[in-house]
Structures are given as structure tokens and as C-alpha cells.
């Protein structure tokens, strides 16, 4: 047997170790050897540790290079800092990819829905970066840089050109915020430039807003500010039946952090409702990224097969199994080897 791969294992808050559990147990079942090495981060390491991101998880994470993270819980208003917007700073995951697809048997106002959001990762409004400037007035800093704008544009379409993608479609308000995201277009329509083979256009958030509510399927791949890219990712896994399908990847040159759109969920916290999907397909990106490719489409086709069969689904998809049951679907029919054989179309999340 080959070497493992050596994964740090964040299972985070809420629903986060339940999800956590489930998506170990599916990718264990591809046969492809980890070890993981579990980190405690979020509301729930601040009791023994003293703070929501311990020094031992940057570190945990910058050796192995390689985390699966459930979600975090960021108290609103006050409190500690988001430890997603720490973790994508410290190790500089720059890039946030959101790969969002309709699968089969899951109910949801759109068909077909195939797009991609690229999100940048580290600046913006997430910096941080707040003050009052006087009792009742506070500033909050966007910043935009030339370098980290370059450097996503060139993450999207490099994505593009290697997932055989179409389009990119830089999204901004630069009418509105002329110098920030005036910047951050110059420098899409830059690199645009070097990528003749891939077409490029551009569209303001509000109007994309609408016309992805109208017609997803006119996108391709989205490329966006922080912010921007954060609403516009919730809005996209509402096409594809809902946060609990939503896989994403954090990646940098350094290190990639595996995790799902969704948050910590506390309505449904330890009920064993959650809906692991979403952290599962995130295993699969994470596969993807360490080049096991035919162990990330065994994944995503027993995936399919449970839910185009419709018999062990959570409640959000409408069905009554919990997060333990439809994982253990998803592990058995990999295990068995029927997903392999399961005529269930292209792949999901990749065209290659
Ligand atoms: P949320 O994503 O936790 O929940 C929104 C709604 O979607 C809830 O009704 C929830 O029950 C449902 N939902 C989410 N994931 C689901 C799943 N896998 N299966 C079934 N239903 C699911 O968003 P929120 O309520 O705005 O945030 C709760 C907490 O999560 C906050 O503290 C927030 O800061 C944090 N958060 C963390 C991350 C992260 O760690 N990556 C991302 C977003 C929010």
C-alpha cells in the first residue's frame, strides 16, 4: 500500500463533527489510505484552548499541507474573529473555488445548473479592518489589491482552460466604487488578455444577482471580490437544492483547505439531520487536487446513484434518513463497487 496522505482534520462547530465523521467515512471507503490528524478550531476550542484557532492547527495544517474542514462558528457583532477569514490569511489561501451542479433526484427550481464561483480569498471587507471614527460613525476598509486581483483572475482561468470551461465573468460595482473595483476589472481584463482561448465578459453584482436568478445556466465561471463572492456563492447553492450540496476548496500555493459553503447550522446541531453531501463533494475536490482522479469520480457517482435511488435522503432534500445513514449509503454502494457502473452521465464538479 502506498504512503497515506497525511490530512488535518478540522471538525469544527455544530453540525461540523457530524458532517466531519460522515466525510471520512466515505472517502476511507475509495480504498486510497489517510491519516488524519484531527485540530480543534471554532467556538468549541475556546473552552480548553483559550482561543477559536490554536497555534497547533496553522501548523498542523502548514506541515501536511492538506486540511478537510467542517464549518466554524463566528459569534455576530462581537467576539472572536472568524477563524475561515484567519485560517485563509495565515496560510494565504487565496483562491475559493465553488463548484455548484445540479445532481440528480434532488428537488430545486433549475435543471442543469453547471457553474463555477471563484472567489478571492484574503482581502476585501474581510480584512478586518474597522474603526469609529466617531461615536456613531465607523469605517470599514475594502481593500483591493493589484497583486491579489492578478492573482485570482489567473487562478479562474488557468481553472477554466483546465476544466475545459468556456467563459469567465469577472462580476463588480465598479460604476459605484470606481477605485476598488475599478482595480480589480483592470486587472481581469488584463489577464484576459493572456487567455485568448477562453471568452471573457463582465457584469455588475446587482444585475447578476438577477440574471442568475433568471437564467443560471447563461454562467460559467464567476470570478469575484470576497464579499461579492460570498453572497453570490449562497445564492448559487440555493439552484442546486441548498447549502447542504454546496462542496468548496480554499487553495493556495502552500497548502488547500477542503470545506463546505454551508456554516455550523446550530438549529439542527447534533440531531443527526445534517446533510454531509456537501463535505463529501468537498472530499472529492480534495481528491481531485491530489490527483486521484478515478477515486473522485467513484465518489461522485455513488453520490448520484443514492440520490437519483431517493431512498436514504436527509430531511433538507426531503427525505427522513440522517447525516450517519445516507454517508453509509454513499461509503457501501462505493464499497461494492455498483457506483462505477452506475450509468448516471458525466462526471460532477469537473469536465475534464
Ligand atoms: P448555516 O449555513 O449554518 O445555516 C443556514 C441554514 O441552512 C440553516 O437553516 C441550516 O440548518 C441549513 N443548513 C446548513 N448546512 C446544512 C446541511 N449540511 N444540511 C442541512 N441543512 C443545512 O448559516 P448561518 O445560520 O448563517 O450560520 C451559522 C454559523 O455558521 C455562524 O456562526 C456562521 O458564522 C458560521 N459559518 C461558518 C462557515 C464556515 O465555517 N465555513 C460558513 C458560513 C457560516
Known amino acids: 500500500m502506498s504512503r497515506p496522505y497525511k490530512v488535518t482534520l478540522i471538525p469544527g462547530d455544530g453540525i461540523g463533527p457530524e458532517v466531519a465523521a460522515a466525510a471520512v467515512r466515505v472517502l476511507t471507503a475509495t480504498g486510497i489510505p ?11 476550542a475556546i473552552g480548553e484552548h483559550g482561543t477559536a484557532l490554536p497555534p497547533q492547527v496553522l501548523e498542523s495544517v502548514r506541515r501536511n499541507k492538506l486540511a478537510l474542514k467542517g464549518p466554524t462558528e463566528t459569534p455576530v457583532g462581537t467576539g472572536h474573529r472568524s477563524v ?5 490569511k495565515q496560510l494565504d489561501l487565496y483562491a475559493n473555488l465553488r463548484p455548484v451542479q445540479s445532481l440528480p433526484g434532488v428537488k430545486s427550481r433549475y435543471e442543469a445548473v453547471d457553474l463555477v464561483v471563484v472567489r478571492e480569498n484574503t482581502e476585501d471587507l474581510y480584512s478586518g479592518l474597522e474603526h469609529v471614527v466617531v461615536p456613531g460613525v465607523v469605517e470599514s476598509l475594502k481593500i483591493i489589491t493589484e497583486k491579489a486581483s492578478l492573482r485570482i483572475a489567473r487562478f479562474a482561468f488557468d481553472y477554466s482552460r483546465a476544466h475545459a470551461r468556456q467563459k469567465v465573468t469577472a462580476v463588480h460595482k465598479a460604476n459605484i466604487m470606481k477605485l476598488s473595483d475599478g482595480l480589480f476589472l483592470d486587472c481581469c481584463r488584463r489577464v484576459a488578455k493572456e487567455y485568448a482561448d477562453v471568452a471573457y465578459d463582465e457584469i455588475i453584482v446587482d444585475n447578476a444577482c438577477m440574471q442568475l436568478v433568471l437564467e443560471p445556466s447563461r454562467f460559467d465561471v464567476l470570478l469575484l471580490e470576497n464579499l461579492y463572492g460570498d453572497i453570490v456563492s449562497d445564492l448559487c447553492a440555493g439552484f442546486v437544492g441548498g ?6 476548496a480554499n487553495i493556495g500555493v502552500a497548502a488547500a483547505l477542503f470545506e463546505a459553503v454551508h456554516g455550523s447550522a446550530p ?18 475536490l480534495m481528491l ?7 477515486a473522485a469520480e467513484r465518489v461522485r457517482r455513488a453520490v448520484r446513484a443514492v440520490l437519483a435511488e431517493g431512498k436514504k ?3 433538507d432534500l426531503g427525505g427522513t ?3 450517519t445513514e445516507i454517508a453509509e ?13 452506475h450509468p448516471l452521465g458525466p462526471p460532477l464538479a469537473s469536465r475534464e
Open 321 to 323: 434518513a440522517g447525516t
Open 288 to 294: 481531485d487536487h491530489l490527483g486521484e482522479h478515478p
Open 34 to 44: 489517510f491519516e488524519w490528524e484531527t485540530q480543534p478550531a471554532g467556538a468549541s
Open 243 to 248: 447549502l447542504g450540496m454546496a462542496p468548496g
Open 313 to 315: 435522503l436527509t430531511r
Open 267 to 284: 438549529d439542527i446541531a447534533g440531531k443527526n439531520l445534517a446533510n454531509p453531501i456537501a463535505l463529501i463533494l468537498s472530499g472529492t
Open 84 to 88: 475561515n477569514v484567519e485560517l485563509r
Open 329 to 341: 449509503a454513499i461509503a457501501s454502494s462505493i464499497e461494492q463497487g455498483g457506483a462505477a457502473a
